[in-house]
Nanobody
């Protein structure tokens, strides 16, 4: 069972990136999935959470209106479209799947991707 995150990189403030998280080894199409991020020196925080049917059930206040989580169940992929990026969005971004308990708590998730680094310069 693996989650593979990709799409990170370096971008200037105001730019966009799309992160992808591909699942393998089992299907995640019927599971809640999420994106978290961890900035240097900070705790990991939940960015966005999506249900199996594509409903966004959580979006951090700091990214509302700029980031969109979506999924393609046929491909077993979850996306995070990030627009109007800011330097404070710089972090390692992780995808996670199948929470037991609170869906915005990182300790609830059973499966994690390896992380992809997003760097936003001013």
């Amino acid at each position: 069972v693996q989650l593979q995150a990709s799409g990170g990189g370096s971008v200037q403030a105001g730019g966009s990136l799309r992160l992808s998280c591909a699942g393998s080894g089992r299907t995640f199409s019927n599971r809640i999935m999420a994106w978290f991020r961890q900035a240097p020196g900070k705790e990991r925080e939940c960015v966005a959470v999506i249900t199996w049917s594509g409903d966004t059930i959580f979006s951090a206040n700091s990214v509302k209106g700029r980031f969109t989580i979506s999924r393609d169940n046929a491909l077993n992929i979850v996306y995070l479209q990030m627009n109007s990026l800011k330097p404070e969005d710089t972090a390692v971004y992780y995808c996670a799947a199948d929470p037991i308990g609170g869906y915005y708590h990182d300790g609830s998730y059973q499966y994690w991707g390896q992380g992809t680094l997003v760097t936003v310069s001013s």
